[in-house]
């Protein structure tokens, strides 16, 4: 079964799970979540075969340096054959992590780049194999 990933227009049901501040990342099983993605980007890595994700939330390219270039060089000492990746919000900061994904050889299985009204958040399910991004609604009040 290969990994979801879906866009929903709706405001998302408060989750359990480790949640991914901003400028930060972390991995685990289960699910993980971060929020607040408008002028960010959130990177996610998923790997089918043993259920882990990581999820990477950088807000700017200045303060993206030091995440990518941690994120990217666990990848280089690591044997991640399966990983796939999923990429959500700026898109002037993807093209730097497309390229080190591209390098690696990592399939990206889902974006969704670009402005949206109030911002989005995203939900990786480990368990499930699903990467949900949720588009919030105007009424949303986190």
């Given at each position: 079964?290969?990994?979801?990933?879906?866009?929903i227009?709706?405001?998302?049901?408060?989750?359990?799970?480790?949640?991914?501040?901003?400028?930060?990342?972390?991995s685990?099983?289960?699910?993980?979540w971060?929020?607040?993605?408008?002028?960010?980007?959130?990177?996610?890595?998923?790997?089918?075969?043993?259920q882990?994700?990581?999820i990477?939330?950088?807000?700017?390219?200045?303060?993206?340096?030091?995440?990518?270039?941690?994120?990217?060089?666990?990848?280089?000492?690591?044997?991640?054959?399966?990983?796939?990746?999923?990429?959500?919000?700026?898109?002037?900061?993807?093209a730097?992590?497309?390229d080190?994904?591209?390098?690696?050889?990592?399939?990206?299985i889902?974006?969704?780049?670009?402005?949206?009204?109030?911002?989005?958040?995203?939900?990786?399910?480990?368990?499930?194999?699903?990467?949900?991004?949720?588009?919030?609604?105007?009424?949303?009040?986190?």
């Open positions: 079964m290969s990994t979801k990933f879906e866009v227009n709706d405001n998302p049901a408060r989750t359990s799970g480790n949640y991914i501040a901003r400028d930060r990342w972390g685990g099983f289960g699910t993980l971060t929020d607040a993605i408008d002028t960010g980007l959130a990177i996610i890595l998923y790997d089918s075969k043993r882990f994700g990581t990477a939330h950088i807000t700017d390219g200045l303060s993206s340096n030091g995440i990518r270039g941690n994120l990217f060089t666990d990848l280089e000492e690591g044997d991640c054959p399966d990983l796939e990746a999923a990429l959500v919000g700026a898109k002037d900061i993807s730097i992590v497309k080190n994904l591209l390098r690696f050889q990592i399939p990206i889902g974006e969704d780049l670009g402005s949206v009204k109030i911002g989005r958040e995203v939900h990786l399910h480990c368990n499930d194999k699903t990467i949900q991004v949720y588009r919030y609604k105007p009424s949303y009040n986190r």
